[in-house]
Antibody, heavy 121, light 107 residues
């Protein structure tokens, strides 16, 4: 069964750092595009970051320079290192796999259950 | 701010059809994908590649695209279809973007 399980969320003070993990099963993280998506309380989905199979990365402007996406091949795990956290980073963070479509775009499937990050003093 | 525009809320009578739209310049180059999210749950993948449904998604859900607009149509809406619906697309810049979401109410 294809599955993603996130962990590492919690409460952190502004300016702090946190690393989220996403353990994959049923497929190989290294040979897929993988992404992080977040959802602030009561708000819509916001794309955060993607890592391609060639290890190229892209970030939303809101997190660029503060967040780093990476993966561990041996652990089959995706990570999101979050530094200089702000109150506006408070959200549920989902990891997801990118499925390519016929135009070179893609869709997200499956999704993990999410992990809550709360940035507050 | 989102570069994919969705109506914030749409309502439909039980058993009737409803169309949820998504507009954005990136849709001239890339297909939209669609997701359903119910309160307290992770999003569920509904549609991609214009009109391809993942296995397990009922055939009352269909997709289409024209110009800068993508549409998700529910034919014969059911009570369990009441949820938030999000479109998503890749952008020509290389990043990815979601629409602001549409809250569907089934009356």
């Amino acid at each position: 069964e294809v599955q993603l399980v996130e962990s590492g969320g919690g409460m952190i003070q502004p300016g702090g750092s946190l690393r989220l993990s996403c353990a994959a099963s049923g497929f190989t993280v290294s040979s897929n595009y993988m992404s992080w998506v977040r959802q602030a309380p009561g708000k819509g989905l916001e794309w955060v970051s993607v890592i391609y199979s060639d290890d190229g990365t892209y970030y939303a402007d809101s997190v660029k320079g503060r967040f780093t996406i990476s993966r561990d091949y041996s652990e089959n795990t995706l990570y999101l290192q979050m530094n200089s956290l702000r109150a506006e980073d408070t959200a549920i963070y989902f990891c997801t796999r990118v499925i390519a479509d016929s135009r070179g775009g893609g869709a997200f499937d499956p999704w993990g259950q999410g992990t809550l990050v709360t940035v507050s003093s | 701010s989102s570069e994919l525009t969705q109506d914030p809320a749409v309502s439909v009578a039980l058993g009737q059809a409803v169309r949820i739209t998504c507009q954005g310049d990136s849709l001239r180059s890339y297909f939209a994908s669609w997701y359903q999210q119910k309160p307290g749950q992770a999003p569920v993948f509904l549609m991609y590649d214009n009109n391809n449904r993942p296995s397990g998604i009922p055939d009352r859900f269909s997709g289409s695209s024209s110009g800068n607009t993508a549409s998700l149509t529910i034919t014969g809406a059911q009570a369990e279809d009441e949820a938030d619906y999000y479109c998503h697309s890749r952008e020509t810049s290389g990043s990815w973007v979601f629409g602001g979401g549409t809250k569907l109410t089934v009356l």
